[in-house]
């Protein structure tokens, strides 16, 4: 079954704890990009990556880190988390079709971080 | 930059009725369209997208959107929801120039009565 598995679902933590989400997909797709959901603002791009080592910033990339070693994960890292960093947070992954475009197609579960 | 419009936060439709979904962009060229629904809990499932041509778009699920360049629009329509359509639903916009960028509206949630 095709899928984007994200761990963990949901985490409470405090300010300043480094965290780590996780994201792996088993399609062999090429992009894959990580997105926070705010009520209210829809889902903004955090980071992106079109390939293994090849990542780039989307919207919001400040207070995080991503990095590429495998083309099936792409994790998400808060070095030192803050309060305004809660939030559902959603990675997605995609195949280059035709036309060359990788916008998302798979979205995993999400994963509900708050940050005390 | 470009961005998306749904002007309406919320919805209520009876079973069997029709649905329309509002979506507005702003780009000046023509972009990427799509559609997403999230049930509750759940990621993100790809309705339907526009990249050319036919204007009229079907989608799964029994969906279609109609991208009308004059209006600026690209709603999303079905003739007979049934109450599993019950979602939020998201509209957004890619551009050309761009291919893995997409601008989210901020979504219309769809409540479903018997």
């Known amino acids: 079954e095709a899928q984007v598995t994200q761990n963990p679902r949901y985490l409470i933590t405090v300010t300043g704890k480094k965290l780590t989400v996780t994201c792996s997909q088993n399609m062999n797709h090429e992009y894959m990009s990580w997105y926070r959901q705010d009520p209210g603002l829809g889902l903004r791009q955090i980071y992106y990556s079109m390939n293994v080592e090849v990542t780039d910033k989307g919207d919001v990339p400040e207070g995080y880190k991503v990095s590429r070693k495998e083309k099936r994960n792409f994790p998400l890292i808060l070095e030192s988390p803050s309060p305004n960093q809660t939030s559902l947070y959603f990675c997605?992954?995609?195949?280059?079709?035709?036309?060359?475009?990788?916008?998302?197609?798979?979205f995993g579960d999400g994963t509900r971080l708050s940050i005390l | 930059a470009q961005s998306v419009t749904q002007p309406d936060i919320h919805i209520t439709v009876s079973e069997g009725a029709s649905l329309e979904l509002r979506c507005n962009y702003s780009?000046?060229?023509?972009?990427?369209l799509f559609w997403y629904v999230q049930s509750p809990g759940q990621g993100l499932q790809l309705l339907l997208k526009y990249f050319s041509g036919d204007t009229l778009v079907q989608g799964i699920k029994g969906f279609e959107a109609e991208f009308k360049r004059s209006q600026s629009s690209f709603n999303l329509r079905k003739p007979s929801v049934h109450w599993s359509d019950a979602a939020e639903y998201f509209c957004a916009v890619g551009v050309r120039s761009n291919d893995y960028k997409l601008s989210f509206g901020a979504g219309t949630t769809v409540t479903v009565r018997a």
């Open positions: 997605a992954s995609s195949f280059r079709d035709a036309g060359n475009r990788g916008q998302p197609q798979h």
């Open positions: 780009y000046g060229a023509t972009p990427y």
